[in-house]
């Protein structure tokens, strides 16, 4: 096997060390960690780069952002949303079509850095019992929340939502807003392996679908190095989608993760030996 | 016999998606249940804000009033606060709206849960001030000369006056409240030097317009 290995010389990059095998973790959570501290350096450093929080924000004064599964819930619920929301939701949906819907759940959302820590204990504590969950619930729940929110007239998934109540708790004051964030980390720590952005989350849910055809993907374009480790399905959040883009190649698959579901985190590059993966973009696709 | 596996596994697949999304579904609308109890009297939502149910169907509670808010008066209410969870409201004993004639709250207001419709603060209905100080008001007992509750009304004389009454052979004078203009800013609320507010502002739905000492 190892005679087969191209040599180190001939790859991209050398061998790997700790920080370029954690490279894009790294960088995720510096996004992550400066999405919280723009929120934050507001009200306690009055920096006001961003007013709000991540349901709906005006940056600088000029920009409106507004979480575009917030705005539909209320469109549900009846409400003709004001002009100032619509914009600012159409916004941030065309920068998730671009990057990738799920770069919400991998790089932006909270929450992520709870599951990601209670699926690394897990596999470090080899916990291994879960409660089998089907991935698609989410896309039921998605489909749970408009029809609810028509039904009772009221945002229902913001009664629920730990990542709003979470990230709005740190900028507006916590109350019990930590308790959400354990609840989370100890259902996807003790009860289903990536149990809550896997299976249940509908915002997760949601974002996949917006960004289903996005322009950025991750490429698994040296598949043909691949020595069936396996290290990219266990650090995945959603291996399901490495499948087609790594074992495709006989069928004539696209070596393109092309699945919504994959969250542009970039861990599979950070982990594979073989320097199998790294990001593209979708239009690289066209060629055979 | 393959066939029977296969519509066993296929029920049992059925049944870990009703299970699940059954449990989840459960807790959720628990929770949204108990997030949907009205309003407690003291709580008193901002200037322009629909009507309590349209409300929970508007404000996405990101807080923009609250950060526009010149006076803090505002606050977003915590997890676990018997209100419901992110929507802005303000207790008027606290920090009472001190009427801002650009009402920045609802400028700032991204979803329209604080109408745009409302242009002059004097027209908002936050809510409705009572008198509720039959025995312990200065003014109204007559134990000294106070009306420091008329003095704070940014509507004086509009929204509240004080009404000579003969009490116990006594001119006493009671703070009074006109509906048709109080604007429920809590200013009188906020400015009342008795211990317990002899004068408070309620939710207007809770105060009938023809009610009581209001006239
Ligand atoms: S496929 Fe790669 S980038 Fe996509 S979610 Fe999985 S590990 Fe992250
Ligand atoms: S009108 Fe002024 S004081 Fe009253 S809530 Fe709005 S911003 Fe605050
Ligand atoms: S600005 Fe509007 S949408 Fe935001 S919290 Fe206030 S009332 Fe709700
Ligand atoms: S401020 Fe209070 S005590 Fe004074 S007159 Fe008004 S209600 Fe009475």
């Not at chain 2, 006493?172 to 009342?192: I, L, W």
Request: net charge positive.
């Amino acid at each position: 096997m190892s005679l087969e290995r191209i040599p180190v010389e001939q790859l991209d990059s050398p061998e790997k060390n700790r920080i370029s095998r954690n490279r894009w973790l790294l960088t995720r959570r510096t996004c992550q960690l400066l999405m919280l501290a723009l929120f934050l350096a507001g009200p306690f450093l009055g920096l006001w780069v961003i007013k709000g929080n991540l349901a709906s924000s005006e940056v600088l004064g000029v920009l409106s952002l507004t979480d575009p599964l917030i705005m539909l819930q209320s469109l549900f619920a009846g409400h003709a949303v004001y002009v100032t929301a619509i914009i600012g939701a159409i916004t941030v949906s065309l920068f998730y079509v671009v990057v990738g819907g799920r770069v919400y759940c991998s790089w932006v959302c909270p929450i992520n850095m709870a599951t990601d820590l209670a699926a690394w204990l897990r596999s470090r504590l080899a916990l291994s019992r879960d409660l089998v969950i089907p991935k698609q619930v989410r896309y039921v729940v998605l489909f749970l929340v408009p029809f609810l929110c028509w039904q009772t007239g009221t945002i229902i998934w913001e009664f629920v939502n730990p990542i709003t109540i979470f990230q709005r708790g740190l900028v507006y004051g916590a109350g019990l807003s930590w308790g959400v964030v354990l609840l989370v980390f100890l259902f996807d720590l003790f009860v289903t392996k990536r149990g809550w952005c896997g299976a249940l989350c509908p915002v997760g849910a949601f974002y996949g679908l917006l960004g289903a055809k996005s322009l950025i993907r991750v490429n698994a374009g040296r598949r043909n190095r691949c020595t069936d480790c396996g290290d990219c399905y266990q650090v995945c959040p959603e291996p399901q989608v490495i499948v087609p883009a790594l074992t495709g190649e006989k069928k004539g698959l696209s070596p393109l993760i092309l699945s919504g579901e994959c969250t542009n985190c970039g861990r599979c590059i950070d982990v594979c030996p073989e320097n199998v993966f790294n990001f593209s973009h979708r239009l690289t696709n066209i060629r055979p | 016999m393959a066939f029977l596996k296969s519509r066993r596994k296929f029920i049992g697949r059925i049944l870990q998606y009703l299970g699940s999304l059954g449990v989840f579904g459960f807790l959720i609308a628990g929770h949204a249940q108990r997030e949907k109890t009205g309003l407690p009297a003291i709580v008193i939502r901002p200037p322009g804000a629909l009507s309590e149910k349209d409300f929970l169907s508007a404000c996405v509670r990101c807080g923009l009033c609250v950060r526009n808010c010149p006076f803090d008066t505002l606050k977003l209410a915590e997890l676990g606060e018997p209100v419901t969870t992110g929507t802005p409201y303000f207790v008027a004993r606290r920090i009472p709206c001190e009427m801002c004639t650009d009402i920045p709250c609802l400028e700032a207001c991204p979803t329209g849960a604080l109408s745009h419709a409302l242009l002059d603060i004097n027209k908002a209905d936050m809510g409705l001030a009572v008198f509720t100080g039959v025995d312990t008001c200065y003014a109204f007992t007559g134990i000294g000369q106070c009306r420091a509750c008329y003095l704070a009304c940014p509507v004086k004389d509009r929204a509240i006056t004080m009404e000579a009454h003969r009490r116990g052979g006594r001119d006493v004078f009671m703070p009074t409240v006109h509906t048709d203009y109080c604007t429920g800013c809590g200013k009188c609320e906020h400015d009342c030097i008795t211990d317990q507010a002899s004068i408070k502002v309620l939710p207007r739905h809770l105060v009938k317009q023809d009610a009581g000492l209001v006239v």
